[in-house]
Each structure stands twice: as structure tokens, then as C-alpha cells.
């Protein structure tokens, strides 16, 4: 598999306002204000793919943007009008797309909970991994996201990091099994109190 598309590890280091500026800049008209005492502490890892399964469609990216043809694949009727966005998306290839400043809120959690607060959309950074939820990821997928969680944490206060799962039980199922926890603790040598239990 091929880098190519991937950013260097050193190339996250690069901020202004809350775009990172390696990543593919997509802008979405999804987002918020955040509350003014959010406290940014925690990282979301999601699972996407549109439709399920397939990959590079640039679906996703278009749904992010209110741009999806909803005549365009069966599957989109039974999301028809949804607005939603995440902070960032990282491709099967590695390739990073950022949606909404760091600095803004996006619209990824749902109703959520996490670490004791609610509204996890508040004070939360939603990253996207191009997926099948319960299915696996590229092993690039894990390399460039945690060089994006390190340089996060430069960044922003952050000490937690869960999945859309933990933050919405019941209700969300992503990234779920297939995702490899013990490698994104190893490659970001976090404690593992900054992780769900896995």
C-alpha cells in the first residue's frame, strides 16, 4: 500500500485557529460554538464508510458537507437530511481530511456521556476512520492516527480517548471489535487510564 496520500509524522505540528494544517481541508457547515468552559480532554474514534463497506467513495466527505445525493445509493435514503461532521477523517490510504476547526464543536457524539459529563460534543475532537464498523483497519489508518492523537495532545488538554461506543452504549456499536486498542495505546505510550477498558 502506498503512502503517498499520508502525512509525514512531523507534518501535524502545524496548527492555525484549529486546522491542522497537513490535513485535507473540507470545510463543514456542521458545527458550533463550544461552551466557554469546555475542557477539551477527550478524543472520539468513529467508525464510516458510505455506503457500508465501500471505500473511497468520497460519500462521506459529502455527507460531512451537506452534498450528498440521496438518489444516489439506496442505502442514503435511510439517512436522508442528516447533518453531522466530525473534527477529522482518515482514509484507508492515510489520508487525513479535517472538517471542523479543533477549536469548534463538531457534531459526531449524539446524545452521549462520558468520564462523569454529558454532551460529549461539547468538549470532545471526533476522528473518522474510513470502515466497517466491527470490521478492521488499515494498519497506515493506525499509524497516521496516532501521530494525529500525539500532536492532539500538544495541542489540547486531552486524557481521554474512547470510541463512539463507550460514549453512547446501546446506541453506537463503533468502531467496535475489529478495532486494535493495544496497538493506539502502544503507538501513542499513553497510560492506559486515558483508554476504555479493552
Sequence with gaps: MSLNAAPQPTSFSV???G?????EKCASPNFGE???AAHIDLIVIHAISLPPGEFGTGAVQQLFGNQLDWEA???FQSIRGLQVSAHFFIERTGKVWQFVSCDQRAWHAGVSSYRGRSNCNDDAIGI?????????????QYEILGQLCVALAKAYPIQHIAGHEHIAPGR???P??????????????WPPQYFPEF
Design 15 to 17: 496548527w492555525q485557529q
Design 19 to 23: 486546522w491542522c494544517q497537513a490535513a
Design 34 to 36: 463550544r461552551p466557554t
Design 73 to 75: 445509493h439506496p442505502y
Design 128 to 140: 473518522e476512520l474510513e470502515g466497517l464498523e466491527g470490521d478492521s483497519f488499515e494498519a497506515v
Design 172 to 174: 453506537k456499536k463503533d
Design 176 to 189: 467496535g471489535p475489529g478495532f486494535d486498542w493495544a496497538l493506539l495505546q502502544k503507538n501513542v505510550a
